[in-house]
Structure formats: C-alpha cells, structure tokens
C-alpha cells in the first residue's frame, strides 16, 4: 500500500464549480478510511481544522490562503445487492456496526439506535455507494438497471458524500426518500458508525451534517433501497407537464453551471407558500424585484435561471458574497422574503 501523500499550497480553484478560491495551505485526497484517519492525524500534529470537500458544487471557497487541511474524499465503490444477497449482506461484518443517533442540540447524544430495517421483497434492490462517486453518475446507472427512486434528482451536481448534508432534493423528491443509512467515520472516536435514515434528521436542504459540532463526522458510504417496479413521482407540476411516459431519467434544467443556486427558508423548489398559490423565487426575482439579468461586473443571474448565481469569469469570492447579499437585501426590500443561501462559505 502506498503512503498517502501530502500536498502543499494547492489551489482550490479549480476543485470548485464556481472557479473560485485561494490557496489550501494542506491538502489530500482520500479513497478509503485508513487514509481519511492518517488525513485527520497529519491535522491534529499541525494544530490545524480539517474541511471535507467533495466536488465542490455547493462551496464559496475564500480568496485568500486557506490555513487548513483540505481533505477531498474520494471513496469509490459501488455495491448493487438484490434478494438473498440483501440479507447475507445484512447479516455480514459490514453491517453489525453499531448504528449512532445524534442530535442538533449543541451535545449531541450518542446511543444505539434503529435497527436496519431492509425489506425481503424480491422488488427492492439494496445500493452501497462510496461517497467520492459522482451523484449523477449513480442516477444514471440506477436508471439504466431499471431501478426507481432518485431519477427526479437526476443532474444535480457534486458527490453522493455530499448529498445528505444538504438532504438534496428537486421535482418533488428528496434523497431522504430512498436513503437507508449514512456510513461516518467519527474524526473524535477514530471509529466508523451508520447512522439510520430517521437519525439523520432531514428537512428541506437541512440535516445533522450541516451543525458545526457535527462536522467531526465524514461521511464515507450512503445506502439507499430502490425499487424495481416503481411510478413516476410527478408530484412537482412542471413535470406532469413535460413527461412523456418514457422511461428514462428526469433531465434537470440546471447545465453544467459555474454558479449555484438560492432558496429561502423552508419551501421546497425555491416556492413561497401564500395562502392560495405557490409561487417560484424565480418568478419573484423577475417579476417583483426587477432582477432579470441582474449583473455586477463578473457576476450574474442566470438568464434561464435567475435563482442561480453565476460566475461569468474572473469573480472572487468577495464579489460574489457582495452580489449575493445585495440581491437578497432588494429581496427583502420588495418582498420581506428571506433569501438563504444553500451554499456553504469555506473561510
Ligand atoms: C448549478 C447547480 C445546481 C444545483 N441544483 C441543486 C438542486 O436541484 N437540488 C439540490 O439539493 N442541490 C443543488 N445544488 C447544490 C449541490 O449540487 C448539492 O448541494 C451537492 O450535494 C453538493 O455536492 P458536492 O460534492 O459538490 O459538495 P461540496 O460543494 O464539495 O461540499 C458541500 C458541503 O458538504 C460538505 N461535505 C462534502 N463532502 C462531505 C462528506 N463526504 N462528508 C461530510 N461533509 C461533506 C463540505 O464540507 C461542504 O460543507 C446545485 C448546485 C449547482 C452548482
């Protein structure tokens, strides 16, 4: 086995879709636990924080130089088990881990927790995915293995580690749907734990991974149970609209963007909720805020999707935190709507 390698002042930049971000002042790229723990032993010699990152979709990485240790996780792997295998699978050493709950409180309590619950229907097939493989990727494969539960979140960029942080969702599905457990390993214990779907505590764009005091948790595997014969879940109107029958991933209307998107507090599809209508931030920020094509120097709204800000080349990280807030203050402004942002800012 080779050792794993450090590397020093590495440029962020390019490890973000935004195209934005200084220098890491360590850096490592991780493929399975044992380098992840000698990752986190390499930060605790040098006194300094570890920043897990995957692909870099949902981050504002600051300017500057960036005195941490960055560590990408790049876990591959992907198991697809079906009828006995589930069970022997279950029953085999992988699996007797201890399962963790945690909670959002500043303390979190740890204590066993559910058991794995996994049905015997030959109709379900039981998917492990290391948390360095590409979300969209494993939508693709499911899809073509004719399997049903996370093709709505299909072309959502970034990793399959990153997706419960923010419980990602689109058209009226959210990963929580289908996801079984999440596999950590617990940088304070040096041990590696499950955590069952119901412990994870997720809500819109919300879990426990999200909490500061549980950031000590990487996520390195996630487990979802799909199905065989399942139905279009067309519960978001849009695609009532544009679905044919076919069977085949639901396209999502984002393309490879350098941007990310907003939302606000609590309304799934970036909708407020009024008394009788649902309507789109999308729609508020053309319509009532005056913001279509809103642009201030190299950063933009996208025209086709004003909820996305976008880099349009040679943005810093300051500009683009400018731009930001001055569109939600003019939100606010207008509409006394809150725009928050899903993106997490790095330093
Ligand atoms: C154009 C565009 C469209 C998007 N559309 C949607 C959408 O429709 N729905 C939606 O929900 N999201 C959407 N997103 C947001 C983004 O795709 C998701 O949040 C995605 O899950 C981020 O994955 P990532 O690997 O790029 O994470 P990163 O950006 O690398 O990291 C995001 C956060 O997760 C943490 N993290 C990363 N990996 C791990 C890990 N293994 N364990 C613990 N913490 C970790 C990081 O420290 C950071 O805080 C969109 C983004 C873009 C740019």
Known sequence: MTELQVQEDVSLRDLTTLKIGGIARYFFSVGNEQELASAF????????????LGGGSNVLVSDGRINAVVVRIAIRGIKWMEGEDILKFRNSDILKSQNLKISKSQNPTILPSHDLSIPKSQNVVFVIAGAGEQWDQLVAEAVRRGLWGIENLSGIPGSVGAAPVQNIGAYGAEIKDTLEWVEVFDSESGEVRRIASADCGFEYRDSVFKSPENKKLIIIRVAFLLKRNGTPNL??????QIFNDQFDALKHIYPALPGFPLSHSGHSGAFVDSDRVKIPLAWILDNLCGLKGFRKGNVALFERQPI??????????????????????????ATGITVEYEVQFFF
Do not use: Q
């Open 41 to 52: 032993r390499f930060a605790r010699e040098k006194a300094l924080p570890v920043v897990a």
């Open 235 to 240: 519960a978001y109107r849009d695609l009532k």
């Open 308 to 333: 996305v800000v976008v880099n349009l080349g040679g943005a810093s990280a300051e500009e683009v935190r400018a731009f930001t807030e001055e569109v939600a203050r003019i939100v606010k402004d």
